[in-house]
């Protein structure tokens, strides 16, 4: 009983564990679209770095949710 | 003898005189610019003369950006501590008896969540205040908004519009670190600007004050675009 509750916690666990994942992937490429918004709206000498910025994050993201999918 | 006509004299007077670029056109009227120096940091909450290739969308044909406003950024210090709190707390993870009965994936599996979420809120954090931005032209106020990630809000009036210009500076914080809210009343169709937690905010009520009296000046000259 109790190695039957801990499976059904630890999947339970895992799925939101992804869930949260894929909720900050989203994030991730909001977040991407909103800096392409905002350079639209003020151009500076940083729009270039903080492109790469968003883009970085994003993967960081992806990567995560693979590690949440792969090894939980 | 008469003077033989020499070109090389003539060649050495320009033929036109040069025409003054705008930033050095508003140290003329403007006291306050004259006493600036130009600005070549982008993380400036006080940019005057801004060199760093400033542009926004709106942004008219010859019109060019002369101050640059952000919130001060003692304003985002709470943001900040908020960001260290959440750095450190990993550490107190310890302390809670269920954190160590997790298998050891599941452990490093809410660190990399909390550490993702910490970059996530540092960023949006950062953005907002970035490009939240009030802007001064020789030719309009324009406030630029965004107040999240998904709202965004740009509002411009001309200078001749401007009606009334009150600077706000209340509390401890914003009379040690010299910010306030300068509150805007024009005659065009958003009635109000409010650039709120500036840096300098009678340096730049008295800088609206000049573009505003050498607006009059345009006016009675004919010189208005």
């Not at chain 1, 905002?38 to 993201?61: D, R």
């Not at chain 2, 401890?172 to 024009?186: A, E, K, L, M, R």
Request: charged share 20%.
């Amino acid at each position: 009983m109790p190695v039957e509750f801990n499976h059904i916690f630890f999947s339970f666990l895992k799925i939101l564990f992804i869930l949260a994942g894929i909720i900050y992937t989203v994030f991730a490429v909001v977040a991407i679209r909103q800096i392409h918004t905002m350079q639209k709206s003020l151009m500076t000498s940083l729009s270039g770095k903080l492109k790469i910025l968003g883009y970085v994050h994003l993967v960081f993201a992806i990567l995560v949710l693979l590690f949440f999918i792969v090894s939980l | 003898m008469p003077d033989i006509f020499d070109a090389t004299k003539d060649r050495a007077q320009p033929l036109i005189e040069k025409k003054s670029s705008p930033l050095e056109t508003v140290d003329c009227y403007s006291a306050v610019m004259r006493r600036e120096k130009p600005s070549k940091n982008p993380f400036d909450a006080f940019a005057p003369k801004p060199l760093m290739i400033y542009t926004f969308d709106s942004q008219l044909d010859g019109e060019n950006v002369l101050l640059l406003l952000r919130r001060h950024p003692i304003t985002q210090i709470s943001k900040f501590l908020t960001v260290l709190g959440m750095l450190v707390a990993p550490f107190f993870f310890s302390q809670i008896s269920f954190y160590y009965l997790l298998a050891n994936n599941f452990q490093t599996a809410i660190l990399l969540l909390w550490y993702l979420i910490i970059v996530g809120y540092s960023l949006e954090s950062f953005l907002t205040w970035f490009y939240n931005v009030y802007i001064i032209t020789d030719e309009r106020i324009i406030d630029i908004d965004f107040l999240s990630l998904i709202y965004r809000n740009v509002s411009a009036a001309k200078i001749d519009k401007v009606e009334d210009i009150t600077a706000i500076t209340s509390g401890v914080t914003q009379s040690i670190f010299d910010y306030g809210t300068i509150h805007i009343q024009t005659a065009a169709e958003k009635t109000e600007f409010e650039f709120e937690d500036v840096p300098h905010p009678t340096r730049v009520t008295q800088f609206l004050n000049e573009m505003l009296v050498e607006e009059e000046k345009e006016k009675l000259e004919g010189r208005i675009k």
